[in-house]
């Protein structure tokens, strides 16, 4: 199914819904059991953009919101209170979006590809550490993440749902 298929352990599938991203909504991330793995819950009537990941107990991992009054798109990803990850969108580039991902205490990701399509990678330095795709479903509406193993999940998880609300709009 996925970019691991041929490289040793296999990665983390999940898959999402891409019409379900809307402030308000709340869904769930599945893995490829086709369990509930995370929770989105969208927070209506805010200011900005918010969106609560959640583990299936109900437990608050990360919460996504957009930033207003900034020159570039840009959202971040916080941890209770403290900011873990700033998404940006990159300067137009032909035929491809990229997004950088500046990870507070790690080393910073990088998300470039067909992001309206669903077709990207995210990296680190240049090692693909995430596949998104729609390849995999026959459900037009459905796309899927691979995650390399020993990746934070839920963090690539969040940085998703982050470019996939900002190529929105």
């Known amino acids: 199914m996925g970019f691991l298929r041929n490289r040793g352990p296999q990665g983390t599938r999940y898959t999402m819904r891409e019409k379900l991203f809307s402030i308000g909504d709340d869904f769930w991330i599945e893995n490829d059991a ?68 500046e990870v507070e205490d790690g080393p910073d990701l990088e998300a470039k590809g067909n992001i309206v399509e669903h077709e990207y990678e995210f990296k680190r330095d240049s090692d693909k550490v995430a ?20 990746q934070n999940d839920a963090l690539i998880l969040a940085c998703t749902v982050c470019i996939d609300q900002m190529s929105r709009g």
């Open 34 to 101: 086709g369990e509930k793995a995370f929770k989105v819950d969208g927070k209506a009537f805010r200011i900005r953009d918010t969106f609560v990941l959640e583990s299936p107990s109900g437990e608050e991992l990360f919460t996504i919101q957009e930033k207003k009054l900034s020159i570039r798109d840009k959202m971040e990803v916080e941890h209770d209170g403290k900011t873990v990850a700033t998404i940006k969108k990159a300067l137009v580039t032909p035929l491809r979006d990229r997004y950088s991902i």
């Open 131 to 150: 596949e998104v795709s729609k390849r995999w479903f026959r459900m037009r509406d459905t796309y899927g993440i691979e995650i390399a193993p020993d």
